[in-house]
């Protein structure tokens, strides 16, 4: 007998005493490696899910901020307009103030003035 033809008995030898895989083991390792998947994807999905949140949280802080300057811009010609107002507000204030005050010592003169008649 050639070493071959021992290699080719002793292999057909070697599978006769292994057993055959039965269906249940089969089955086992299908449902093993079909959960691995299932885990797999899980995870991944769960990783893709985090990483969408957080984009989602900072686009919103982004749009929180953007939102923000834009009501600055908007305001600040409003606190413009009422600082104008109140500045011509004061100064039609103080302008009548200033036509009361010779108005008053107009009256004030005209009231101590000595009499321009003699008869009195």
Known sequence: MTT????????ESELQ????????DELSE???AAQALVDALKELAQV???SATDLTEETHHSIDRSVQVLRDKADFPKRRLRQRSWRTASDV????????????????????????DPKV
């Open 4 to 11: 071959e033809q021992k290699n080719a008995t002793k292999s």
């Open 48 to 50: 893709k899910i985090q």
């Open 30 to 32: 299908v449902n093993r």
């Open 17 to 24: 005493h292994t057993p055959p895989p039965t269906p249940t």
């Open 93 to 116: 204030v103080e302008d009548i103030d200033d036509r009361m005050t010779k108005a008053a010592k107009a009256a004030w003169e005209i009231l101590t003035a000595p009499p321009s």
